[in-house]
């Protein structure tokens, strides 16, 4: 609109015949550097740093309707006791609504910049709720997995928050549910992890390790991992609480199938005259049949 003012960036000056032509943009990353330099303090003073930008100006989908632009910024705090994100929000909101109404209601998402991958990763598909991040630091691929509720949120509509998050991190993203991510694990199977060069080390959540194993080694360069390999079982911190501790792995293999379901006490069918001295798993092993 003529006479009317606005904030751009100066892309470039070039000589033309009719003088000096200005080429201004509005979808540079750098205007929303410079917008909350303007609006932010700490920024201006160098308290707060804006690490990286990722931006998609609006557009019009396929239906024909606007989308509204959407931007993410990463922000870390150089000065104790100043909260990043806090600062570039303000108060109430008023620094961030003042940067929203330039750029024409894009949607602006603040995150706390972290040296961690996953986490880093994590924050960045925000306001998508992350259960757990798998990353692959050779490939800098990073594998994410969100309750199955969550999964439209962290894609975002036509995967633009996954493809904002990507770029923002550095990151290749791959957005994976709970449900979806279980049926690859039970299809893959224990054998195909091992032949991958995953740890075999499973972790208290019931989860393999994801980090790569050892050349030589069944498991990663983690001392606790690496203990494993000497008490027989792939278990981080014991046994599951369903098996006794002190069962040895050989009387586990060779109890018969229908013995998981029998109680961990010796069921009352068992011979009395049983020696107390015999482990847990060992009586189960010589209990009848009939006793599941």
């Not at 924050?123 to 309750?147: F, H, M, N, W, Y």
């Not at 792995?249 to 001295?277: G, N």
Request: hydrophobic letters at 40%.
């Amino acid at each position: 609109m003529t006479g009317a003012r606005i904030k751009a960036v100066i892309m470039r000056v070039e000589e033309s015949a009719k003088g000096p032509q200005v080429k201004l943009s509005r979808r540079s990353e750098e205007l929303v550097r410079k917008l909350f330099e303007l609006e932010v303090p700490e920024i201006a003073d160098g308290l707060v740093e804006i690490r990286q930008v990722a931006r998609e100006t609006g557009y019009r989908g396929r239906d024909g309707k606007p989308v509204p632009g959407r931007c993410k910024i990463a922000v870390i705090s150089h000065a104790d006791g100043v909260d990043p994100v806090g600062a570039c929000v303000g108060p109430r909101g008023s620094r961030v609504r003042m940067v929203v109404s330039e750029l024409r209601g894009e949607r602006i998402d603040i995150i706390p910049y972290n040296d961690d991958a996953a986490r880093f990763v994590a924050k960045a598909l925000s306001p998508a709720r992350v259960r757990e991040v798998l990353v692959d630091d050779e490939g800098r691929q990073a594998t994410v997995i969100v309750p199955d509720d969550q999964l439209s949120l962290a894609i975002g509509r036509e995967g633009q928050n996954a493809r904002l998050a990507a770029r923002l991190t550095g990151w290749r993203v791959d957005i994976k549910s709970e449900s979806e991510f279980s049926r690859e694990e039970a299809d893959h199977g224990y054998e195909e992890e091992t032949v991958s060069g995953r740890c075999a080390a499973i972790l208290s959540t019931g989860r393999r390790c994801p980090n790569a194993s050892l050349p030589g080694s069944r498991f990663c360069g983690l001392e606790p991992h690496q203990a494993l390999a000497a008490t027989g079982s792939d278990h981080v911190g014991g046994p599951p609480a369903d098996v006794p501790a002190e069962a040895p792995a050989e009387a586990l293999a060779e109890a018969p199938a229908e013995a998981a379901e029998v109680p961990a006490e010796v069921p009352a069918e068992v011979p009395a005259e049983a020696p107390a001295e015999v482990p847990p798993a060992q009586a189960l092993a010589d209990a009848p049949e009939q006793s599941s």
